[in-house]
């Protein structure tokens, strides 16, 4: 990766049913709400393989450290990767799907905000609906 960095790779499987990427930037001021959209996944992960995907926007904070410590605190499969600008949204989610592909298959890929905190039941009932 020419403009970034994986720096912390929590992967146990080379299939996963669900990749969820979270781009942070300066977002220490929603912690609390982190720490819940964490805690949330970390309930989701019992019923899916999950793997998260944390794309660092070059903060410079303290919230990719304190992510850092919710991911592993929540003990979710995980790929932190640390960039050394601030690439924008959609970059950055372009990139957690290429590094997520890197190291593992998965059937789908979600982004979540980092202030949004998903609610278990629903995204367990959206992963099992059959196909339209």
Sequence with gaps: MKNGKIIIKNTTRRH????VSIVNFNSSKISPILALLLKALSTI????????????????????EAIKRLVLVNQLDSLIVKLSNNYGFAIANNIAYRVALSISKFDYFALLNPDAIPYPPSICLLYTSPSP
């Design 45 to 64: 992960s019992q019923k899916f393989n999950l793997l998260v995907v944390v794309v660092d926007n070059d903060s410079t904070d303290g919230s990719l």
């Design 16 to 19: 996963y049913e669900l990749v």
